[in-house]
């Protein structure tokens, strides 16, 4: 069975620092990696993607994930943290050939203070 | 605009009342689901469908059920709705194996 891990409730920074949100995930075969960020009484949006190839991926809002195979991990970063960046988000993991089954992390709460 | 619809944003009901939440998107896509978010849990997969008349459970199917008519639509039934059933549901959709996937606004159900 899939599943993912993240274990921070919750990550403070200070704007303008570096951030990062912590996702492991463990899978029988190859993993297909999610990042969504869901704000305030709103739905889940898309931030980006690992499906294969360069283990460094960008996505939306300036933020980036490296997947790391060896300590199965799909950590989000960024390099300069916004206020606006505070939100929810959630780390998901599909394992290939295991048809529509998305499995989705408990969430971190991000907070960047000014 | 591309868009997932979800009604009704919110709804208090009663133990046992049958109801439906509708899910409609407008972008044409094969895959639709439908999750549940609880405090501390994440998201977990209800049902999800492959195609019109393709459905398949996901994590957490009990109590719930799901059709698949048209391309477009994918409502949410529960037949005798209980109160830990009590939650936040979001319906999605996605283009093929690996396009992004577009959330609705969200569900907000009490059963009482």
């Known amino acids: 069975a899939q599943s993912v891990a993240q274990p921070e409730d919750q990550v403070n920074v200070a704007e303008g620092n570096p951030l990062t949100v912590k996702c492991t995930y463990s899978?029988?075969?190859?993993?297909?990696l999610f990042w969504y960020v869901q704000y305030p009484n709103r739905g889940l949006q898309f931030l980006l993607k690992?499906?294969?190839?360069?283990?460094l991926v960008k996505g939306s809002y300036g933020f980036e994930a490296e997947f790391n195979k060896s300590q199965t991990s799909f950590h989000l970063k960024k390099p300069s943290a916004l206020v606006s960046d505070s939100a929810l988000y959630f780390c998901?993991?599909?394992?290939?050939?295991?048809?529509?089954?998305?499995?989705f992390g408990g969430g971190t709460r991000l907070m960047v203070k000014p | 605009e591309a868009q997932v619809t979800q009604n009704p944003r919110y709804l208090i009901t009663v133990t046992g009342k049958k109801l439906t939440v509708t899910c409609s998107q407008n972008?044409?896509?094969?895959?639709m689901s439908w999750y549940r978010q609880d405090p501390g849990l994440g998201l977990r997969q209800i049902y999800y469908?492959?195609?019109?008349?393709?459905?398949d459970k996901g994590d957490v199917p009990e109590g719930y059920k799901v059709s698949r008519k048209e391309k477009r639509n994918f409502p949410l039934i529960l037949e005798s709705p209980s109160p830990n059933q009590t939650s936040l549901y979001f319906c999605?959709?996605?283009?093929?194996?690996?396009?992004?996937?577009?959330f609705g606004p969200g569900t907000r159900l009490t059963v009482l």
């Open positions: 999605a959709s996605r283009k093929g194996d690996w396009g992004e996937q577009f």
């Open positions: 899978v029988s075969g190859n993993p297909y």
């Open positions: 690992y499906i294969t190839g360069d283990n």
């Open positions: 998901a993991v599909r394992e290939e050939n295991a048809g529509n089954m998305l499995t």
């Open positions: 972008m044409n896509h094969e895959y």
């Open positions: 469908s492959m195609n019109v008349e393709v459905t």
